[in-house]
Every structure is written in C-alpha cells, then in structure tokens.
C-alpha cells in the first residue's frame, strides 16, 4: 500500500490532482484539495503519480510508496 504525504495547506486550487487522480483527490466547496485517502491503491499508484509531479504548489508527495 502506498501512503500520501499532503501539505494542504500549500494547496493554491489549481484542480489538476483531482481531475488526473479523482479515485484519490477531490476539491472542496473553495476549488481547494480534498484527499479522499491517504491509502492509496495500487491501481492509482500511476494517476497519482502524475498528480503529485503536475501540482504547481508541490503540495503533494509520497510518504512511502510501493513500486
Ligand atoms: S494540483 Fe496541487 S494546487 Fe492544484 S488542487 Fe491539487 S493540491 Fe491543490
């Protein structure tokens, strides 16, 4: 299992996360980043990988991902 390191707080609701990895991000009522879980599933391993690289406020990362 893959865990989420999430510093939200930097989160400036670009919206990229959660139309890339919508099984794991959402936004709020504000456009600002929801995360759905912090577990994530293999099977979004790579969506959420794209996610985490396209954020323009690195405001998300890995804390232990599983290859
Ligand atoms: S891509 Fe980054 S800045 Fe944009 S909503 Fe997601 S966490 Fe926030």
Do not use: H, R, Y
């Amino acid at each position: 299992m893959s865990v989420l390191s999430t510093n939200v707080s930097a989160c400036i609701g670009a919206g990229i996360c959660a139309n890339t990895a919508p099984e794991v991000f959402e936004l709020d009522a504000n456009g600002l980043v929801v995360i759905k879980t912090v577990e994530v599933e293999a099977a979004q391993v790579d969506s959420t990988d794209a996610a985490i690289a396209m954020c323009p406020a690195a405001a998300l990362a890995w804390a232990n991902k599983d290859a």
